[in-house]
């Protein structure tokens, strides 16, 4: 690890999932990490909220099919309670359609439930760090299965987006298909700097909370299609 992503103090994650043998999985796979502190476990959804409620964790790493509340719910009801708590969910290719739900609920992001270790661990520290985390492969797999409920590209596109200039417009299709700031950057030779100043434009313009609800905008509207 290098000093920058080190945080002054360890990252404090909720472990949300049904299964024991994988909370116990994720255990050995984060507890060897300095920087992480997994601070609690619930084996359903509405113990998380409660969880996330009276011990303010960083970061829910949240499973979707859980006993009494689903993760899907469990996310909304984090969210609308405006902790200072960020969910990042775990899914399998069979549960799509609740990963949908879940962004729009607002998780800060998603990953497949066998993510490599090293990623996992990444995604934990930017998700605590305020930024969101998408699976470019997962959501394609999610976007081509909508495809045919979403708008026409051809349609006049959302008032919303009439606010962003043009060069914010073309940000947000590259942050839409799934591409980091730096990558953004050289594509558009310009500064990561001023992809990030972009982004941030975009974000405020569209009252949008991150990347992750970024994607499902550009998506939702027309701006970018599947298979794009």
């Keep these: 690890m290098t000093d920058a992503t080190v945080p002054a103090r360890p990252i404090r994650i909720l472990l949300a999932d049904d299964q024991p043998l994988l909370r116990t999985g994720f255990r050995m796979v984060l507890g060897t990490e300095d920087d992480l502190d997994i601070v609690a476990e619930a084996a359903d959804g509405l113990a998380a909220v409660e969880l996330s409620r009276r ?31 960020r969910v990042l969910i775990l899914t399998t290719f069979d549960l799509d359609e609740y990963v949908v739900g879940a962004l729009r609920a607002g998780a800060s992001g998603f990953l497949a439930k066998d993510v490599p270790a090293e990623d996992l661990v990444a995604a934990i520290r930017t998700v605590a760090a305020g930024d ?27 008032r919303a987006l009439s ?66």
């Design 132 to 158: 969101a985390v998408m699976a470019p492969r997962i959501l394609r797999r999610l976007l081509d299965r909508f495809a045919d409920s979403l708008p026409d590209p051809a349609a006049t596109p959302p």
């Design 163 to 228: 606010a962003l200039t043009e060069r914010e417009r073309e940000v947000l299709v590259q942050v839409a298909r799934g591409l980091s700031n730096a990558e953004i950057a050289r594509a558009l030779s310009v500064s990561e700097t001023t992809v990030k100043t972009h982004v941030g434009h975009v974000l405020t313009k569209l009252g949008l909370r991150d990347r992750v609800q970024a994607v499902v905008l550009a998506y939702e509207s027309g701006l970018v299609r599947p298979r794009a």
């Design 55 to 85: 011990l303010l964790p960083d970061v829910v790493l949240m499973d979707i099919r859980m006993p009494r509340m689903d993760g899907v719910a469990a996310t909304r009801a984090i969210v609308d309670a405006r902790l200072p708590v």
